[in-house]
């Protein structure tokens, strides 16, 4: 398949600048030339940019498929066969928004990437980390806090979303498991959470040898663990044992910021989820013991990228929405739009989420040879990035060389 997209003006995501108008040929599920003139050879598929704005396909660097809806007493009841078709109704829907790039951080998500490549499914390319690794009643332990059962300290319980694992032995039994089946890296949880039932927010989950045990296998597979953290505590547990990357951060301080600077740490704040749960969570069957602890939540985190960001960590670009949130997705272009420049925003999501892909040159650019993943948009990202929020900011999607969706023609 031969795409031309023609006439629109291009973001050059290395000098974060607008150039144009750009031509663009698209052979396969590559780029195979970026022009000023139109490219010579017959085409089989022609989107017209005139007047719009062309852009690489987004990456988000945090989802999560396996959490198709936010009435979690629910989610537990689903049948495998409720909770697949469920995931990939997310997945479609993302790959509509112009997601064409999702980093999962956490759940069973093998077979609905196998599905999504069989095409039994639409969806965005999932680089995952697999089943999360949690102690018991942490934040990836979904039991509730009355299930009775005979202890077993070397027993791992394994569920929809993660491994329950205790101890040095069982953490690494459960890191080599995923890395087995294909995780691309490794998640851990380090702090307590909103979404789980059982544990304190402001807990410190895991020890320094347990987490030490899950970053010696990551580094012996030549990829990285990151760590869901909220409170300075719980990510310099997780940093200062090897974790690479930290999840969410909203509580972090100056001091703990500039140790993750110095160590190279990345940071990957998602602050619509909290949002999200404080707008409609109640309406939409979220318990009151998970409401109660997001209070607050979204402010941290809000106050936390100018703390990150004057100490020099990495940010990347992630929005952590569950179930039936997802589709506020691009509301994390408005709200990190307010907190930063456009530019700044669209390197966390093109340049640092494409380092954490292990994809750089492949995915958030636009050039011969990278993968034909493209967004045509109305809005200016430099100028109007909150407006890539709006449900009708996208005229076309093409992810690796296919057009999920064009409305340019209609235009």
Not at 27 to 54: K, L, M, N, Q, S
Not at 195 to 213: C, G, L, M, N
Not at 247 to 262: C, I, Q, S, Y
């Amino acid at each position: 398949m031969r795409t031309a997209i023609v006439n629109g003006t291009l973001l050059d995501t290395e000098t974060m600048e607008l150039v144009g108008e750009r031509h663009l040929v698209l052979e396969g599920d590559v780029v195979v030339d970026v022009t000023e003139t139109p490219a010579a050879g017959t085409v089989d598929h022609t989107i017209d940019a005139r007047g719009r704005f062309v852009l690489p396909g987004f990456i988000d660097a945090h989802v999560h498929h396996v959490i198709t809806t936010m009435d979690f007493p629910r989610l537990q009841r689903l049948s495998p066969v409720e909770l697949a078709l469920g995931m990939g109704k997310l997945a479609e829907a993302t790959l509509r928004r112009g997601f064409t790039t999702v980093r999962d951080t956490g759940g069973d998500t093998a077979g609905l990437v196998r599905a999504i490549a069989a095409g039994l499914c639409d969806g965005p390319r999932i680089v995952r980390s697999g089943r999360v690794i949690s102690q018991t009643g942490g934040h990836g332990d979904l039991d509730s806090a009355d299930r009775s059962e005979a202890l077993c300290a070397c027993q791992i319980h394994t569920n929809s979303l993660g491994h329950v694992a205790d101890g040095p032995d069982a953490v690494r039994l459960a890191v080599r498991t995923e890395l087995k089946a294909g995780s691309d890296f490794i998640k851990i949880m380090s702090s307590g959470g909103v979404a789980s039932p059982t544990d304190p927010f402001d807990a410190i989950q895991y020890t320094a040898e347990e987490v030490r045990a899950a970053t010696i296998e990551t580094d012996h597979r030549h990829t990285y663990a990151t760590s869901h953290a909220y409170q300075p505590d719980a990510i310099t547990l997780a940093i200062e044992n090897g974790v690479r990357c930290i999840e969410h951060g909203n509580l972090v301080d100056t001091p703990t910021a500039d140790r993750m600077a110095e160590l190279g740490v990345t940071m990957v704040p998602t602050l619509v989820t909290y949002w999200a749960m404080q707008e409609m969570g109640a309406k939409l069957g979220m318990p009151e013991r998970n409401l109660e602890k997001n209070q607050g939540v979204f402010e941290h985190g809000q106050q936390s990228i100018e703390i990150a960001k004057a100490a020099g960590v990495d940010l990347g670009f992630g929005t952590d929405l569950l179930g039936e949130a997802q589709p506020w997705q691009p509301r994390e272009f408005a709200i990190r739009a307010d907190l930063e420049p456009a530019a700044d925003v669209l390197r966390s999501m093109y340049r640092v989420n494409a380092r954490l892909c292990g994809l750089e040159g492949v995915i958030g650019v636009l050039a011969p040879g990278s993968s034909a993943d493209v967004v045509v948009s109305d809005v200016d990202p430099l100028a109007e990035l909150p407006r890539l929020a709006e449900p009708d900011a996208i005229a076309a999607v093409v992810a690796r060389g296919r057009t999920v969706m064009d409305a340019t023609a209609d235009a």
